[in-house]
């Protein structure tokens, strides 16, 4: 009640898992073509429409929920609704529109091969889930090859027959009361229901070789995987906890204390923990990453490193202040995290995604403010085992 606005996610259950037998990138290239408008518009007349409205609307895939974040004023609010559902079910989908936006992705691709976070972001990706065909394109560029090669036919055929078949839900912020309002957001209901969608199968297994990807850079950026226990796992919180200590708190971390203060062979080390993707009430793909910046004549030698510190924690564990300190970023953390709207609808979006209770994130603080020291360090030593992790390299090699 802040303010007269509103933040919102249309969740849309589709998303690039469904693409398996379609050409890989054909989702988020329907999304795309989407915000063209729909039809009896053009791209500038819908852009105008909308901005009349004070509305905006944006598109982004996912692996299992693609959605439609739209923000605006309240005042119109159902208007952003029947905007969304009109460019839903019935797109212009125009030729020119899509060979204008292949231009543009195939300028994307150049830009994004020049940087190597997204070189080394796009081959992990592909490589680590080698065994994980669902998982192996990012949701919001798709395999190059196979983009390169759509054709305004395949794209039709994936809207009429995948696409435009799923379930719909709303996640709203905003000080508009919508208890008594309800039916003004059946519209939604006339969308067709979802189908069944493709079953996510595989298995990261053991890695046995490293990869290495040759890029004229002057740093050499090195990525360490393995996969690990999901979001709804008993140990997530203490897993956490670990990883914020190991690599996730910037210049305090023990990556960052160890290779950048002490050895000087790095600007840049982290860990992240992805607690995983949920698809249709399970959640796959969880895993860990560590990840370097170093010239490449001393790669080995932070491989290395990295690998003595995680030895270290694992055998000897954190200490009490590494703990409190940890404790204390969490819960002063909290309310940056839920500022604005749009963070509060991100954390209720994961919620619905995730199957959580809602307002999760107080219980989590005081979840987290009573674990204790042996819980903490027998997350470390249970799920930051890189005996045999993925491996990735991009440099001149």
């Known amino acids: 009640d802040k303010l007269p606005i509103f933040y919102a996610n249309l969740l849309h259950y589709r998303g690039t898992i ?15 073509m989407l915000l063209e408008g729909p039809k009896g518009k053009s791209p500038v007349e819908f852009s105008r429409e909308l901005e009349q409205k004070g509305l905006r609307i944006k598109t982004r895939a996912g692996y299992a929920i ?6 605006g004023l309240s005042d119109y609010f159902f208007d952003s609704i029947e905007e969304s559902k009109e460019i839903i079910t019935n797109p212009a989908f125009r030729e020119e529109d899509f060979q204008r936006l292949l231009e543009q992705y195939k300028a994307s691709v150049l830009l994004g091969f020049q940087d190597p976070e997204f070189v080394i972001t796009y081959f992990s990706t592909y490589l680590f889930y080698r065994d994980f065909e669902a998982l192996r394109t990012l949701p919001d560029f798709g395999l190059i090859p196979d983009v390169f090669k759509l054709s305004f036919d395949e794209l039709k055929n994936y809207y009429s027959s995948v ?4 379930s719909l839900k709303l996640v709203v912020v905003s000080n508009i009361d919508l208890s008594n309002k309800i039916k003004e957001l059946e ?4 969308i067709p229901p979802g189908e069944k969608k493709n079953e996510v199968k595989g298995n990261i297994g053991k890695f046995e070789n490293a990869y290495i990807v040759d890029m004229k850079i002057e740093q050499a950026h090195l990525r360490l995987m393995v996969p690990t226990i999901d979001r709804r796992h008993r140990d997530y919180k203490a897993l956490r906890i670990a ?24 600007y840049g080390v982290s860990s992240v923990y992805n ?17 370097c910046e170093t010239e490449m004549r001393k790669s080995r030698k932070a491989l290395e490193l ?23 970023f969490y819960k002063g953390s909290l309310p940056l995290r839920v500022e604005s709207y749009a963070q509060v609808l991100s954390m209720l979006t994961e919620e619905i995604v ?20 042996e819980e903490v360090n027998q997350a470390a030593f249970s799920y930051f085992n890189f005996d045999s992790p993925f491996i990735l390299l991009v440099g001149n090699a």
């Open 18 to 32: 469904d693409e398996l037998g379609f050409k890989r990138g054909i989702h988020s290239f329907v999304l795309r």
């Open 66 to 71: 693609s959605s439609f974040e739209i923000d």
């Open 163 to 166: 696409f435009n078949r799923a």
């Open 187 to 190: 519209v939604l209901r006339e």
């Open 243 to 266: 990883n914020f200590i190991i690599g996730g708190s910037d210049l305090s971390s023990r990556l960052m204390k160890r290779l950048r203060i002490r050895e000087g062979l790095t």
């Open 275 to 291: 607690p995983g993707i949920p698809v249709d009430g399970q959640i796959v793909g969880a895993n860990i990453s560590i990840q």
């Open 306 to 328: 990295i690998y003595d510190e995680l030895s270290g924690i694992r055998e000897k564990g954190f200490s009490e202040e590494e703990l409190a300190d940890a404790k204390s």
């Open 354 to 373: 995730f199957g959580l209770p809602f307002f999760h994130w107080e219980e989590e603080v005081k979840d987290v403010e009573n674990l204790k020291l």
